[in-house]
């Protein structure tokens, strides 16, 4: 079974600074998807930004991006110029291929951004 | 807008009743899913549903059941066999398939046990 890992339970950051956030995955698909959402305290889960495991560029979205190293099984989030705003807990996600198949969440990161 | 509705947004169950969360989307999405979430921990799915009128257990299916009679609207009751029922629940939908089978979650609904 495919597995997600996240093993910064917590992190913090400076505002205006740079966060990486880790995930790794297990699976033994040559083609899958990942994501990276947010939950702030509204507890809303919000997007942040997809991969597509056949596309070897990472994937940006204004202040993110990602590190995907294919591999190493390695999707790490980073955070540029950190407001305050993006404090929140980051969940990792994978989904397999193919029709009809299911989401794998991390267990998240509780990220912190200091003032 | 298009997006995914839950309702009630806080929910309170007294012992030995059961209770249902609402979840509609007009995402046109065959895909949801139900989600909980306990304090400071990650997502475990209890139910999902593909398309119409079949519906899978999750991860942590027992104490729950749910039904899919229509695409846009798949409802969760709780009922008194779970005993635990104090958390967070989101519903979520998406394509089965494709380059948009992004996950979309709705604002969760707050279970707690009077």
């Known amino acids: 079974a495919q597995t997600v890992t996240q093993s910064q339970p917590e992190m913090s950051v400076q505002e205006a600074e740079t966060v990486t956030l880790s995930c790794t995955y297990d699976t033994s698909e040559s083609d899958y998807y990942l994501f990276w959402y947010k939950q702030p305290p509204s507890r809303q889960m919000i997007l942040v930004i997809r991969q597509e495991a056949y596309k070897q560029q990472n994937a940006t979205e204004n202040r993110f991006s990602v590190n995907f190293q294919k591999a190493a099984k390695s999707f790490s989030l980073k955070i540029s110029d950190s407001q305050l705003g993006d404090a929140a807990m980051y969940f990792c996600?994978?989904?397999?291929?193919?029709?009809?198949?299911?989401?794998?969440f991390g267990p998240g990161t509780r990220l912190s951004v200091l003032p | 807008d298009g997006g995914i509705t839950q309702s009630p947004k806080y929910l309170f169950r007294k012992e030995g009743q059961n209770v249902t969360l609402s979840c509609e989307q007009n995402?046109?999405?065959?895909?949801m899913y139900w989600y909980r979430q306990d304090p400071g921990q990650g997502l475990r799915l209890i139910y999902y549903s593909q398309i119409v009128n079949d519906f899978q257990k999750g991860d942590i299916a027992e104490g729950y059941s749910v039904s899919r009679e229509k695409k846009e609207s798949f409802p969760l009751t709780v009922t008194s066999a779970q005993k635990n029922p104090t958390a967070f629940y989101l519903c979520?939908?998406?394509?089965?398939?494709?380059?948009?089978?992004?996950?979309?979650f709705g604002a969760g609904t707050r279970l707690s046990v009077l």
């Open positions: 995402l046109n999405h065959d895909a």
């Open positions: 996600a994978y989904r397999p291929p193919g029709y009809g198949q299911n989401f794998v």
């Open positions: 979520a939908s998406s394509q089965r398939t494709g380059a948009k089978n992004i996950q979309y």
